[in-house]
């Protein structure tokens, strides 16, 4: 395989601007990123964190009030936010993934433990509003809220296959 000081050569540039070319593709500047975009990136996040925590409030009273014949929506609205927000923040983590190398651990450590405090929040919150207000509660927050935190990681786990079956092949 030719390299690019070779083409370059054989197209009559000098030594001293082959030099200056691959001083330029090589240089840190084309992989340094603005800091502009991470704060962005990271100004995204925080505000999916507590989109996503807004949503865990709103189901709570769903979970609890609503009786057996909407139940069948409230797993389905349960399936498609779980989703929506997991996916959002596999895309958002590995775009400050790719910001940085040393974000790296940020997505195996945070996704799944944002998964397990939604989960763990939604749980008792709903336990402490049937307790409350002594209600008598149709279906089991417990089982909803492993639902939404599987679901919430599906999107996570999911580009981790995809990862290590790039690598096996």
């Known amino acids: 395989m030719i390299s690019t000081a070779e083409k370059l050569r054989a197209k009559g540039w000098s030594d001293e601007e082959i030099a200056r070319a691959l001083q330029i593709l090589n240089s840190e500047l084309k992989t340094n990123v603005p800091l502009f975009y991470k704060i962005m990136y990271w100004v995204a996040l925080v505000a ?17 009030l609503l009786q057996k014949k909407a139940i069948v929506l409230v797993i389905l609205l349960i399936i498609v936010l779980a989703l929506s927000f997991g996916a959002l923040f596999n895309s958002l983590l590995k775009e400050i993934e790719s910001l940085s190398k040393k974000t790296y651990i940020i997505t195996n450590i945070f996704l799944p433990t944002l998964a397990f405090l939604n989960m763990f929040f939604i749980i008792n919150l709903s336990n ?33 296959f995809r990862e290590a079956v790039k690598i096996i092949i």
Request: proline share 6%.
């Open 48 to 64: 999916a964190i507590i989109g996503n925590t807004f949503v865990a409030i709103i189901l709570v009273p769903l979970l609890i």
């Open 128 to 160: 402490f509003i049937i307790s409350r207000f002594d209600l008598r509660n149709i279906q089991n927050p417990s089982n909803l809220a492993l639902l939404y935190g599987f679901l919430f990681l599906f999107p996570f786990l999911l580009s981790k």
